[in-house]
């Protein structure tokens, strides 16, 4: 039960630092942005000690483990499979136009409405 209770606290915290945002309208952009990030802290740092919370951490911290492992594509070859996506989209387009052309051609036929 008192794990749900800090869940909630750390949304109503989360909720509060943006009702901050709006309500100190009238104030300079740092503050009100600043009232955010302060909710955003409190929140984390009350998530922090739930087992939920520490989960999700670990989650987040496996998860940018395994991004870092990722091989990205070089440039060259972004940029050649780039074209042949570009290629293939023009080709299919120019198919499905004759496509349509002629199943608009043979829809007027049969129905006696062509030249």
């Given at each position: ?23 100190l ?53 972004t ?20 496509v ?16």
């Amino acid at each position: 039960m008192l794990n749900k209770i800090k869940l909630l606290l750390a949304i109503l915290l989360l909720v509060a630092g943006i009702a901050g945002f709006y309500l100190l309208a009238d104030k300079p952009t740092v503050v009100r942005i600043l009232a955010v990030l302060a909710g955003l802290a409190a929140s984390i740092a009350v998530l922090w000690t739930t087992p939920i919370g520490q989960q999700s951490f670990s989650f987040i911290g496996e998860a940018v483990a395994e991004s870092r492992k990722v091989v990205w594509p070089t440039r060259k070859e972004t940029i050649q499979t780039t074209l042949v996506v570009f290629a293939l989209v023009v080709v299919m387009a120019a198919f499905l136009a004759v496509v349509d052309i002629g199943f608009a051609f043979m829809v007027k036929w049969l129905l006696g409405r062509g030249a």
